[in-house]
């Protein structure tokens, strides 16, 4: 039995507004909330802020709204600002663009193990359906989606009654937008490796590290579901430089990355 401990969720956005407010959303309906909320902004110049501190009036827990300069894709340097700024023992990751079902963070409080990560899976929600799911009531969002087959990932999309539970190591389905680790592993790692810029491979490479250090993978299907909302692809040009950084942590075994989570800890400290 797990000892209690806090949980805080990160949910990492730029230029999402409206795909955010209905996260947000969705956030605020938890059957088990978490014990703070922290937006990691990559620079969006939207109504980003507007939102954010339009939800944050109504909430009881904290939220703190970390933002940086648009130069490029750095999702992993925003990521690392919110872990170095979050007081809970256990972080739980969602994309901006991604509504959580209302147990989603439930679920992952009850399935968090010391020494394991936790990698949850996600429907997609299809291009007519994405700009209204969210809006309406979860359940009847989801059923008019699945009626009108605009909702990929079917296996994904209802938890099931006996979930299943999978130790796995490999970096096949290693997603951001569902990932929940321990923040002491986080720290042992030194966080996601800002080499990464530009779309891909930073959660891959984080994954790697972690289970290098003995960090076990469990792969989890049945719960903690999440319903991404479509959207046009991100640009991709810089994903060959990053399977490059994956691939040498790879061949390399590496357990740390040099360019860290450590420059913020240390930031905040000062």
Known sequence: MTAPFTLGLVINTWNQANCLSRVLAAVAHQTGPAE??????????DQTQQVV?????GQTVPVTHLWQAHEGFRRSRILNDAIA??????????????????????DHRAMATPGYFVQ?????????????????????DRRRALFQGQMRGLKHSFRWPFPQRRVRGDLRGVRGCNLAIWRADLVMVNGYNEGFVGWGREDSELALRLMNSQVKRLDVRGRALCYHLWHPPADRANLPTNDGLLEK?????????????????????R
């Not at 703070?36 to 110049?45: H, K, N, P, R, Y």
């Not at 007081?87 to 989603?104: A, E, I, N």
């Not at 949850?120 to 009847?140: D, V, Y």
């Open 36 to 45: 703070e909320v922290l937006i990691a902004d990559d620079g969006s110049t």
């Open 53 to 57: 501190a339009d939800w944050k009036q």
């Open 85 to 106: 700024a979050a007081r809970s023992d256990y972080l739980v990751f969602l994309d901006g663009d991604t509504v959580p079902h209302p147990r989603f963070l439930a």
């Open 120 to 140: 949850g899976h996600r429907a997609l929600i299809e291009q007519k359906a994405s700009p209204w799911f969210g809006l309406g009531g979860f359940a009847a």
């Open 249 to 269: 942590a790879i061949a390399s075994g590496a357990r740390r990355c040099e360019q860290g989570l450590s420059a913020h800890l240390a930031a905040t400290t």
